[in-house]
């Protein structure tokens, strides 16, 4: 991805973290990281770890076992269903010198992910996630300890268009 030229120096810090290449290339490389690493059939599970960037350093980490449910049809299409259950999170912050967490005890309180695949195509079809989180957490701002509680939902729907 790329911008017009002399438009990405206008953008602010924060917005420039998020059109880093390295990072652009980590966030499209886990968007198909759920699949599996081998063939599997119904029932065989696997786990794998995603990092989020959140921005102004924050990036939160997220530990899913998928399972492999088996062949839908759709629309009379084969696709392959896989189910998510995260299980695991945290959160850092680096680089920000304004920032620092020194304590997070996060945890998933529900989550759920469907993806449909169509195999043989090889693009993801559709995706359907839902996570909430919540836990305390303890920040250090301008030298200030501040004591919080996150309880936080993310939701997402994502299909392929025609």
């Known amino acids: 991805m790329s911008l ?10 924060a917005a420039k973290d998020h ?6 290339k980590k966030a499209l490389i886990q968007a198909t990281d759920f699949l599996p690493d081998a063939p599997v059939k119904p ?3 696997w786990e794998r770890s995603s990092e989020m ?3 102004s350093g ?8 998928y399972e492999y449910i088996g062949e839908v049809e759709t629309n009379g299409i084969k696709l392959d269903q896989i189910a998510g259950n ?6 850092s912050i680096s680089g920000n010198p304004n920032a620092q967490l020194t304590k997070s005890e996060l945890k998933v309180k529900e989550s759920s992910e469907t993806y449909l695949f169509d195999r ?17 957490l303890t920040v250090v701002v301008g030298g200030m300890e501040l004591d919080g509680k996150v309880a936080l939902t993310m939701e997402s729907k994502t299909s392929r268009q025609k």
């Not at 017009?4 to 810090?13: I, N, W, Y």
């Open 4 to 13: 017009p030229d002399g438009e990405f120096e206008k953008l602010s810090d």
């Open 19 to 24: 059109f880093d290449p390295k990072k652009l």
């Open 43 to 45: 029932g065989d599970m």
């Open 53 to 55: 960037n959140l921005g």
């Open 58 to 65: 924050q990036v939160m980490s997220v530990r899913p076992k």
């Open 86 to 91: 995260p299980f695991e999170v945290s959160l």
């Open 120 to 136: 043989e195509k090889g693009v993801l079809v559709s995706k359907v996630s839902t996570i909430k989180i919540d836990g305390p």
